[in-house]
């Protein structure tokens, strides 16, 4: 029997905002404070604001592509389940993990009961903090990347999506942010 892939919902205003390529830049400098934002957390039902977590913990800013509730990024689905199954390595070092989508509220709802987050999964449905940081987009969804700031709030390692490499390994990770506390 042949099944077909339900792309109801993919033709919204946020995937044609978003249609267009425009490259991520390496705009953030390293050993700079990002910008602050506060975004819904759907995961937790409160909203968060970046500057809260300065002077508290380290945080991963893992900013990544989903469609809708029902299509995933390709290249991003199989770095949600490894961050999420490997999330409490982080909480062991006591780092925060805030994934940042660009899905809606109920959308993403769906994706934190479906795929049973652990982490704070934040929702961004215009793209906002995703054109602050200029990591780019494609194809009706901003490009992935990763961030690592210190317990101040400083960008001590970041890493842009690029064809070669999508979104940077749980390992390279926890590496960089073992390499914070030496």
Known sequence: MLTSTDFSGLLNRRFFN?????PATYYLQMGLK?????????????????SNYRGNCPVVL?????FTEKQYCPLCYPHIKALNERYEEFVQRGVEVLMITSTDEQQSQTVVKDLGLKMPLLCDPNCNTFRRYKLGQALGAP???QLILDRDGILRYQHLFSF????????????ELDQLNT
Do not use: C, H, M, Y
Not at 35 to 50: A, C, E, H
Not at 164 to 175: Q, W
């Open 62 to 66: 893992a900013f990544t592509r989903i």
């Open 34 to 50: 990002t910008p602050d934002f506060q975004l819904p957390d759907i995961t937790n039902s409160q909203s968060v604001r970046l």
């Open 18 to 22: 978003n249609f267009l390529p425009i």
């Open 143 to 145: 490009l992935p990347a």
């Open 164 to 175: 070669l490499e999508s979104n940077a390994g749980i390992d390279k990770l926890l590496t």
